[in-house]
């Protein structure tokens, strides 16, 4: 059949179905056509650049050399479909669906409660399924690394991973008492109760792993392949044409005639270069099938390696051989392997090619540099200069992205050398996170011996990272060679490379002192590696100095330990039990729909925005006449198009929709492209042209909106006792002072809406995804300028919010709205990530500034706090964070002498908005860092100085609320026994007395958290309930579902009120339109207000069929609610929850703003390597006060995932804004969010059991917010492991360590000997690249 394809067909299957394409655009990704093309969208978009792994799908093909089968996954946004020829590609709909057979991987994430909002699911299932395709039995190591590069921003991978560890044959051991100890071995298990103890889920229900039952690769491929004869593929799309020569000849002809043209194989870099960058080509080459590229060949010498393997292809190859080769020849090929398994995530290693990566010349490469140490060279040809063999030196990297390579020549393969007897090879790297992440820093070292002695005969040291292109240290080694490898040597060696790696103060990527001193840890461990190899092999007798391991990174079994339901409770009634997710396995199966999921309908548009490039100018030029020529484009918005209210009024501040005459920070909207495709209108957008007339004096940090008093009114002040006289009767005085980096969202569904106008009487449907409908509708009916009753905003469920999406859709949904009316047609808009991170703002950065008076034992008397947070350019919730920091000053402690003072800075920036813990994750730090630094001055133990200061008995907050602190104290006490705090506390100090380059530190850190809006009329709950004839209920309440497993909990209460089993009741969506006026889904209360009326309503249904259950005592629940039709009883209900009454009196500085508090407290230990500031949390426990949880598995799944996005917030994620204002931090690039490898090796969570409370529904309580704070429990043990460092070169006392405590904090804090030999440029005498807002 394939004989007679024409050159232009592209043939491919997709779950098995033939595809044929003659009309293909080259730059249509795998994606795009799946979600728009096929309508397949379990397949997501969440970032489009290869760095989160939503979009995760199987690619197979056939070899004929070999005659197999070969699978692996990849990222779909950055497959172009051109590449797919030949290839069968699995998604997740391919694999299993509700409707038919489930597949394990699926069904396993699910039920082990590893799918909270879903996004990510199906990705994570298609990481697994190819995972399991090639291996079915695979090691933990294996479902970590298949991981690695998938995102989840919910769960905090704990479950995920437990579902999936089911299918490792390792996983039939307990692993309880360590590697060794297994309970099948015999050895006594210490949890010999845990058989009794009730259990997340249960594995023996899994469907076993059958591989016999998966779809076959499909025989027309294997036919195609081995028939096919050679001919050119070749496609033509409006910009760009695709060629996929099949000669080598032919290829360089073409690349002679096309110099300028890339040869994509990977599209790791071209293809993020074009979406992001707006880089154009018009001829893209495809040499796939050029056989020359992909040779492996053995020379006594080496081995050469064709350029077009895929790292991962390498990886195996090179592996295969090192072990078949005696070991001292394989120094180079070890390493490179090394780091072939680290670069970026398993997706892109498996596309990413090596000559792509060569090409590449990223400054920062992994390769690069051990290629360069190692001595390797290429081979490259062209059409007219033929073959020949060039170096990779520092000569060949000749500029960011630019090699010695002309234009016409391609690299047809690399040589790598074998090593000789006495050459040792390194490679090391330091990154943001400590996978899938570009590094900050890189080195390959390479050192040759004379026989049998310590004399350098050869010595190379390449540095990436640190300029435009990999760095040769040659004069560095001009100092070691030809000397001993010795202290001396290495002493010498130092001093120049401090001046040979010299880098300016404000040299792009930051942190200059961090990466100058990187360079000399880097060499310092070489050293210490090659001195451990020389002992070894008795070439010296030196002293052994500590030998440098990697921070330990198996995860261990963790305890998930809950209540047990009360003796007696009915099997039907599914409170209190660990019920899965309502929607799991439809987010598991890519069922489950989300916004952009939604068909397109008939003339549907699509929505770019155009937004600022300045921080604060005057507009004074629109010119959208270029815009509107291109191809597709429909109409331009502006604010002149908005019919009704221009403005959104938050907190008495107007905030423009669209900017007209003045923008006040980069990122705001100007004005929104409409056209006819996604493509179409971001181009569309790109060309338009706007002028500026920049104003005076923008404002950017802290520091200088306190300078100029640039503020947001109100600010909030509480005082209790009299904090100035009390200063005078104390022991000690301490000033201090700690910041914090703002947060992004992250929600994995960006931003999205879609608004379809009705058609008559000005009706439009929202679809939006959205935590506060109502909020929405009103903002859109202003905005159109007509009343409520004709906008229906509905969400079915958001791929996460975490406060994001409470204020900010609402402008986006209004903008899309006026684009829906004015062209009458269908628009859907969905935030690009790096314009939903640069718009949409997060969690405010603060400053916290503290005066605090204690007396010799640790009681703190008086405590005078500030406040600030860098509101960014408009109100929006700001206020209210500054409000809720100044109600939680206290934590836990009890103050006599308490003031604070808050202050919302007014900057442009974007405006920054609501986000999980609402300012109380920031106060926390705030306050237990004024614990700490009172600990440290007083060289107390800072556990000792927290139980001092804790509220005890019946107690009184600073604004005069009355509470137990029993509980608090509850889980204090159960935490440390759990944690083994006195024990593991020795032992820590024990290890750092031992280590003098790897530190450990542990800390245990309590949290009280006020429930409820303190905003009364926020805490409203609303739900309608109908029972229909068949018995089948539908709920409808105020609640949107975000993964929190709000509905799924309301089901559980509708299902116990009416007594019927959960499946017969079904809540399909939130829409304003089943239940109005509703409140945000937030502040950790929406499950508790909506539970609490969808119980009221159930009570009133119950109650109306209590005459038929009368009547008809024999009859079923089917009858009843059949009876009741004829009988004319109307089971419609509706459920009104008033919720408490907060309230707050700023002026007299006391209230009740909230209900009651949820407590907890969590010890967490980590290991630092002070050589880089990289830590791993070993061990973190936390005893959670959560009442009596209606869900255990939904409960503790909030709980971890609040938890790792704390520990993100406190170490890892970082915003980085440019000297003008501009966010540079805006993919998962760039911006780290926890990922897998982030996870406490152990992470064990305790219910506090017999907590009772009488203020929410079945005594349950909120908990989606509190113990993100405890994530800070990571960040004090860092202190602490920082601490001990310090020790070490004789710095005691107090210090300051900012947060998010990243490597570079760590590393600088630590003040290690090589560190301190950095010098430290003067601040003010040089403009940094990023500011520290
Ligand atoms: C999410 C993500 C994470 C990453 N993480 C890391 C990381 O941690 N560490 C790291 O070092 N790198 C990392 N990378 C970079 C990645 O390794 C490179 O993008 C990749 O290796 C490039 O290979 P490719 O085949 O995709 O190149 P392509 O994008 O296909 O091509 C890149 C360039 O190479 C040229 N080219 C390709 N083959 C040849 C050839 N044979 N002869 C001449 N020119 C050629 C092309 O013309 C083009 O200009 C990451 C990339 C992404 C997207
Ligand atoms: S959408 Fe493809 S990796 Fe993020
Ligand atoms: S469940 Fe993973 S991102 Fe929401």
Redesign the pocket.
């Known amino acids: 059949m394939s004989a007679g394809m024409p050159g232009n067909t592209l043939c491919f299957f997709i779950n098995g179905k033939k595809v044929t394409e003659h009309h293909v655009d080259p730059e249509t990704m795998l994606l795009s056509y799946l979600r728009e093309r096929l309508a397949l969208t379990g397949t997501k978009y969440g970032c489009g650049?290869?760095?989160c792994g939503a979009c995760t799908v199987m690619v197979s093909r056939y070899r004929p050399e070999t005659k197999s089968i070969f699978h692996h996954s990849a990222n779909a946004c950055?497959l172009p479909l051109c590449q797919l020829h030949g290839a069968a590609i699995t998604t997740v709909e391919g694999i299993g669906s509700t409707k038919t057979r489930i597949h394990p991987v699926q069904e396993r994430i699910a039920k082990a409660h590893g799918s909270q909002c879903g996004f990510c699911t199906p990705g994570m299932v298609m990481s697994i399924y190819t995972l399991l395709r090639n291996k079915p039995q695979p090691s933990m190591d294996d479902i970590t690394q298949a991981l690695a590069g998938n995102l989840c921003r919910c769960t905090g991978y704990r479950p995920i991973l437990d579902g999936f560890k089911t299918f490792c044959e390792e996983s039939r051991c307990c692993q309880t008492n360590g590697d060794a100890n297994c309970c099948l071995n015999g050895v006594k298990n210490g949890t010999e109760t845990d058989a009794v103890k009730p259990q997340l889920f249960n594995k023996d229900e899994f469907l076993p792993l059958d591989p016999t039952q998966e779809l076959i690769f499909p025989p027309e491929l294997i036919l195609m392949a081995e028939s096919e004869p050679a001919r050119t593929l070749s496609f033509v799309g409006e910009g760009t044409s695709w060629v996929c020569p099949s000669s080598l000849e032919e290829l360089l002809g073409l690349k002679a005639r096309n110099p300028d043209a890339?040869?994509?194989?990977?599209?790791?870099?071209?293809?993020?270069n074009m979406k992001f960058k707006g880089v154009r080509h018009p001829l893209i080459i495809s040499?796939t099938r050029v056989t020359e590229?992909f040779q492996f060949s053995q020379t006594p010498n080496g081995v050469w390696v064709g350029?077009?393997c895929s790292?991962s292809e390498l990886r195996s190859d090179l592996e295969k051989l090192y072990l078949q080769l005696p070991e001292e020849k394989t120094e180079v090929l070890r390493v490179l392997c090394q780091q072939l398994g680290?670069?970026?995530?398993q997706q892109?290693r498996n596309?990413?090619?090596l000559?792509?990566?060569i090409?590449?010349a990223?400054p920062?490469?992994?390769?690069n540099t051990v290629l360069a140490a190692g001595n390797c060279l290429l081979s490259v040809v062209s059409e007219a200069g033929g073959r020949r063999e060039i170096p990779i030196n520092q000569d060949f990297f000749v500029g960011l992205g630019k090699t010695a390579?002309k234009p016409e020549?391609?690299?047809?393969s690399l040589f790598i050398p074998f090593s000789r007897k006495g050459e040792f090879v390194r490679a090391f790297r330091q990154?943001p996170r400590k996978e899938?992440?570009?590094?900050t820093l890189t080195a390959g070292m390479r050192v040759f011996f004379c026989e049998g002695s310590r004399l350098v005969q050869d010595v190379s040291v390449y540095y990436g990272g640190i300029g435009p292109t990999i760095v040769s240290a040659g004069r560095t080694c001009g100092v070691i060679v030809n000397r001993r490898w010795d202290e001396e040597t290495l002493n010498r060696a130092y001093d120049v490379l401090l001046e040979e790696a010299d880098l300016p103060p404000s040299a792009p990527g930051g942190k200059v002192e961090f990466r100058r001193s990187l360079t000399l840890s880097f060499l310092f461990k070489f050293h210490l590696e090659v001195m451990h190899k020389l002992r070894e092999m008795n070439v010296i007798q030196d002293e052994p100095q500590e030998e440098l391991q990697p921070l330990p990174k198996n995860i261990q079994p963790s305890l998930q330990e809950f209540e047990a339901v009360p003796k007696g409770q009915s099997q039907q009634d599914p409170v209190g039990r660990p019920i899965m997710h309502r929607s799991a396995l439809s987010q598991a199966t890519g069922e489950a729909v989300y916004c952009d999921d939604l068909p397109h309908t008939q003339g549907e548009l699509f929505m770019s925005l155009v937004t600022s490039s300045r921080a604060y100018a005057k507009i004074t030029g629109l010119d959208v006449s270029a815009a509107m020529q291109l191809p597709g484009v429909v109409d331009v918005i502006t604010a002149k198009d908005i019919p009704g209210k221009k403005v959104r009024t938050l907190m008495g501040y107007d905030e423009e929709l669209l900017a007209e005459d003045k923008v006040l920070c980069i990122g705001q909207m100007i004005c929104a492209v409409v056209a006819d495709s996604r493509s179409h209108a971001k181009r569309g957008a790109a060309a338009v042209k706007i002028s500026y007339e920049d104003l005076p004096d923008p404002i950017f940090t802290m520091e200088e909106a306190i300078e100029k008093s640039s503020y947001f009114e109100p600010r909030r002040v509480i005082e209790q006792g009299d904090v100035s006289s009390a200063f005078a009767s104390v022991d000690r005085v301490y000033e201090g002072e700690i910041r914090l980096g703002g947060q992004e969202h992250f929600y994995m569904e960006t931003q999205s809406m879609l608004v379809v106008p009705v058609g008559e009487e000005k009706e439009f449907n929202v679809y939006v995804s959205s935590q506060w409908l109502s909020y929405t509708q009103a903002a859109v009916a202003e905005t159109l300028g007509i009343p409520s009753n004709r906008i229906n905003c509905i969400v079915k469920r958001l791929g996460g919010g975490f406060g994001g999406k409470v204020t900010k859709p609402a402008i986006l949904a209004s903008i899309t709205a006026v684009a829906a009316w004015k062209t009458n047609r269908p628009v859907r808009c969905i935030l690009e990530r790096g314009d939903d991170m640069l718009i949409t703002g997060g969690r405010h950065p603060t400053l916290g500034k503290y005066k605090v008076g204690f007396m010799n034992d640790g009681r703190i008397v008086a405590v005078d706090f500030q406040f600030f947070i860098n509101a960014g350019c408009t109100v929006d919730e700001s206020v209210v964070v500054i409000e809720k920091m100044v109600l939680h000053m206290d934590n836990i402690y009890n103050i006599p002498n308490l003031r604070g003072r808050g202050s919302a800075c007014k900057t442009n920036l974007p405006s920054n908005t609501s986000f999980r813990g609402f300012g109380v994750p920031q106060c926390l730090l705030i306050v237990e860092n004024m614990l700490t630094d009172v600990a440290a001055v007083l060289g107390h133990p800072a556990h000792q100085v927290r139980e001092i200061n804790m509220y005890k008995g019946p107690s009184v907050t600073h604004y005069k609320l009355t509470f137990s602190a029993e509980n608090l104290h509850r889980c204090w006490d159960e935490c440390k026994l759990r944690c083994e705090y006195e024990t593991r506390r020795r032992a820590v100090e024990e290890f750092n007395q031992q280590h003098r380059w790897r530190k450990r530190g542990i800390a245990i850190i309590p949290v009280k958290y006020g429930m409820a809006f303190a905003e009364g009329f926020c805490n409203e709950g609303k739900a309608l309930v109908h029972i229909y004839k068949d018995g089948s209920v539908l709920v409808s309440h105020a609640g949107t579902e975000m993964g929190q497993g709000i509905h799924t909990k309301i089901q559980q209460v509708a299902s116990r009120e009416l007594q019927v089993p959960s499946s017969k009741i079904y809540i399909s969506e939130t829409s304003t339109s089943s239940v109005a006026n509703t409140c945000p889904t937030a502040a950790s209360f929406g499950s508790e207000a909506n539970g609490m009326a969808v119980k009221i309503a159930c009570e009133i249904l119950y109650k109306k069929m209590e005459p038929l259950r009368k009547k008809y005592p024999k009859g079923s629940w089917e009858s009843w609610a059949n009876a009741a039709f004829y009988e004319k009883i109307s089971l419609s209900a509706m459920g009104h929850y008033r919720g408490p009454d907060t309230h707050m009196d700023w002026e007299k500085m006391e209230g009740m703003p909230y209900s009651y508090f949820t407590f907890g407290a969590c010890c967490s230990e980590v290991e630092l390597d002070c050589l880089t500031g990289d830590s791993r949390t070993v061990r973190t426990d936390l005893v959670g006060d959560i009442g009596r949880s209606m869900n255990p598995s939904v409960d503790i799944g909030q709980i971890e995932g609040a938890f790792m996005q704390g520990m993100g917030l406190y170490t890892l994620e970082e915003l980085k804004f440019s000297p003008s204002g501009l966010l540079y931090t805006r993919g998962p690039?760039q911006y780290k969010i926890p990922a897998v490898c982030d996870v406490p090796l152990q992470f064990n969570i305790y219910q506090l059991q017999d907590s009772d409370n009488p203020h929410a529904i079945y005594s349950s309580k909120g908990l989606g917010e509190p113990f993100l704070s405890l994530g800070s429990s990571v960040f004090f043990a860092i202190k602490d492991a920082v601490a001990a460092a310090r020790s070490e070169s004789g710095l005691v006392g107090p210090f300051v360590l900012n947060s998010p405590a990243t490597p570079d904090k760590i590393c600088l804090a630590c003040s290690c000997p090589l560190t301190q030999k950095v010098p430290t440029a003067q601040p003010g005498s040089f403009k940094p690249w990023a500011l520290n807002i």
């Open positions: 650049g290869g760095g950055l890339p040869l994509v194989i990977g599209n790791t870099n071209v293809g993020p040499p590229l350029a077009g790292l680290i670069v970026g995530s892109i596309v990413a090619s000559g792509g990566h090409m590449s990223f920062n490469s992994d390769l390579l020549e391609i690299i047809l990154a899938s992440a570009f590094p690039s």
